[in-house]
């Protein structure tokens, strides 16, 4: 069925085609052309990482992460269960096992006091994603870190712009993700990057990214000859799709605002009604400056919640709930996960609902959706 309020649409800001277009006629429509360069250096200038690279998705961002790590068997890496399953994923396909972390009821991000009983001779990384744009408690995690010489990569897909404690989310880590697909702030359809913080990733990053070939160092004539010297796989996107997401970096003031006042609008006419319904709304510590990603209730129960998804459909407006807790997933139990392990994910999971949130959603649409949600009645 399709809704007249959908849950999200990918935003056309206007010179996307152009580019695109433009991409197209240059004759360079494989990886690292043009507008590729541009979008790295875009990212690079934006957050002052040592290194961004487009890559294929975030998942592709992940798994180049996971290589670099050199993870052995029996290596552990400790991942929030409350997350896309890439996150996880990536660091499975190296053989490496995933450590369930229970995530914190406000920000619904890692909790960060379970970590010391987590953490053991085998552990060689840590995974925290920045759930909805809310940084996650990065000084709690990184001085952990450094403390068992752990590394850190960030799955910040939801954080392009958010910062924690006036830095930016994906500068903390070794290594960072970000995602570009059609529901995340910008987008290209299909597309990630991978942000570089440590130096001395740099350039084995770029040959995993490159087949495992020095094709890079080739192009800038650092190396006379560009060979196969390590694992790698094809993670490079086409020139056309990074058209596409330059187009969106150029226009990004209009859209984090656009979703700021977006976020702000849901925020300020809920208030009163989640207080009698018993819903909690998305906590933002003040440390925190948040990405705009997405807006979601947290109902009294399942119950409720499914009621409420019903309710909304009947009025043309699609709610969508969000992760299941991965450990309990029949990967997840295969890994050992097992109910009760994760007790706040396993709740919060089933009560948690997403608003309709994207760059072209109108204020009026907007308030029919609030309306929709003030005229709910509680049996
Ligand atoms: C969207 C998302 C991903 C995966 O992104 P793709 O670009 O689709 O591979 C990974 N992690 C999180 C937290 C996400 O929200």
């Known amino acids: 069925m399709s809704y ?9 800001i206007g010179p996307e085609l152009n580019y695109i277009a433009d991409s197209v006629r240059s004759g360079h429509i494989s990886g690292d052309g043009k507008y590729t360069k541009q979008c790295h250096q875009q990212l690079e200038i934006w957050f002052g990482v040592k290194k961004a690279l487009l890559t294929t998705n975030c998942t592709h961002a992940l798994e180049i992460s996971a290589i670099l790590l050199n993870l052995q068997p029996g290596d552990e890496v400790i991942i929030p269960s409350f997350t896309f399953v890439s996150t996880v994923n990536a660091f499975v396909l190296r053989g490496a096992k995933p450590v369930f972390a229970d995530i914190r009821p406000d920000t619904l991000n890692l909790d960060e006091t379970l970590l010391p009983g987590l953490i053991n001779e085998h552990t060689k990384a840590i995974v925290p994603v ?9 000084d709690v995690i990184m001085s952990l870190a450094q403390q068992h ?14 910062k924690y404690n006036g830095q930016w989310l994906g500068t903390f880590g070794a290594l ?25 990733l740099v350039e084995r990053a770029e040959i995993i990214r490159e087949k495992g070939t020095n094709r890079s160092r080739f192009f800038r004539g650092m190396v006379d000859k560009y060979t196969w010297v390590d694992i790698g796989s094809s993670y490079l996107p086409s020139d056309v799709l990074a058209a596409y997401l330059y187009a969106q970096f150029e226009a990004y003031e209009s859209i984090q605002s656009k979703r700021a006042s977006i976020w702000n609008r849901y925020r300020e006419h809920l208030g009163e009604w989640a207080e009698q319904h018993n819903v909690q709304l998305p906590v933002v510590p003040d440390n925190c400056e948040q990405a705009y990603h997405m807006f979601y209730l947290l109902l009294p129960s399942l119950e409720t919640r499914t ?7 009947e009025r043309g407006i699609l709610a969508v709930f969000h992760y299941l807790p991965l450990h309990l997933s029949d990967m997840g139990r295969q890994l050992g996960g097992q109910p009760g392990d994760c007790p706040v994910t396993e709740d919060l999971s089933d009560r948690l609902l997403r608003l309709p949130f994207f760059y072209d959603l109108s204020e009026a649409d907007q308030m029919e959706v609030i309306h929709a949600l003030w005229s709910f009645e509680e049996d």
């Open 307 to 313: 009621r409420l998804i019903n309710h909304l459909k």
């Open 176 to 200: 960072a993700t970000q995602s570009f697909h059609e529901t995340k702030n910008f987008s290209c359809g299909e597309g990630g990057a991978l942000l570089i913080n440590d130096e001395g």
């Open 130 to 138: 920045h759930y909805a744009g809310v940084g996650c408690n990065m």
């Open 149 to 162: 010489n752990l590394r850190v990569i960030e799955d910040n897909a939801h954080g392009l712009f958010g």
């Open 4 to 12: 007249r309020i959908p849950f999200n649409k990918p935003a056309l």
